[in-house]
């Protein structure tokens, strides 16, 4: 199995522009999350699917993230605009089945000047 | 979902076992201890999970106490891979409910082997 796959894996950009992110699940997997990791923070989830519709977007900062999972390959994750804050390690994992264990990708490295 | 305590930071020789405490005193009994580790600028990795019983497979063994309330992630013969951060997280069992395969990770455990 290829595994989660996510790309960028760095991304580098200015202050106001806007940032995709974007996670193929591993097939099969019927969930999927993404989580964002930072010294501060730690890993916190954001935002998680089951078969492509949104279930809980709780952890979703402010309205300048919006995620989004057109089919059950393949999800995005948009900052628009961006901030220095946002900069962080983005991660997507996902499973089959919602109590199932979680496989993360290798996530994306996102550096907002 | 319950809250875990870790240890900020471990040695262990390279060979020898390490063993990552983790108090989780307000664990429900619908939850599970998961264990996850998360080498240098990798994605986390599952390691191990339980819910009352001793769990064992390729990669550690996991103790949970008779009561519930802390457990111990053993790696028998670590390696200078096996150095990263070691996340214990308690996760709700039960189907159904948005919280239901949630993983809210803590600060975890930075285990460092040394030769």
């Known amino acids: 199995d290829a595994g989660v796959i996510q790309s960028p894996r760095h991304e580098v950009t200015e202050m106001g522009q806007e940032v995709t992110l974007r996670c193929k699940p591993i097939s099969g997997h019927d969930y999927l999350f993404w989580y964002r990791q930072t010294m501060m923070r730690g890993l916190e989830l954001l935002i998680y699917?089951?078969?492509?519709?949104?279930?809980?977007d709780s952890g979703m900062p402010e309205d300048r993230f919006s995620a989004k999972m057109p089919n059950a390959s393949f999800s995005t994750l948009k900052i628009q605009p961006s901030e220095p804050r946002d900069s962080a390690v983005y991660f997507c994992a996902s499973t089959r089945g919602q109590g199932e264990t979680q496989y993360f990708g290798p996530g994306t490295r996102l550096l907002v000047l | 979902d319950a809250k875990t305590t870790q240890p900020p930071s471990m040695d262990c020789a390279e060979g020898r076992a390490a063993n990552l405490p983790c108090n989780h005193s307000?664990?429900?009994?619908?939850?599970?201890v998961y264990w996850y580790r998360q080498i240098h600028s990798q994605g986390p990795q599952y390691i191990i999970h339980?819910?009352?019983n001793n769990e064992t497979n390729e990669m550690a063994s996991l103790i949970i106490t008779e009561d519930r309330k802390s457990s111990t992630l053993i790696l028998p013969h670590a390696t200078l891979r096996d150095t990263a951060v070691y996340y214990c997280?308690?996760?709700?069992?039960?189907?159904?409910?948005?919280?239901?395969?949630?993983?809210?990770f803590g600060q975890g455990t930075i285990l460092t082997v040394h030769p």
């Open positions: 307000t664990i429900s009994g619908n939850e599970y």
């Open positions: 997280i308690v996760r709700v069992a039960n189907a159904g409910g948005t919280s239901y395969g949630k993983l809210t």
């Open positions: 339980g819910l009352k």
């Open positions: 699917f089951n078969n492509n519709v949104p279930i809980d």
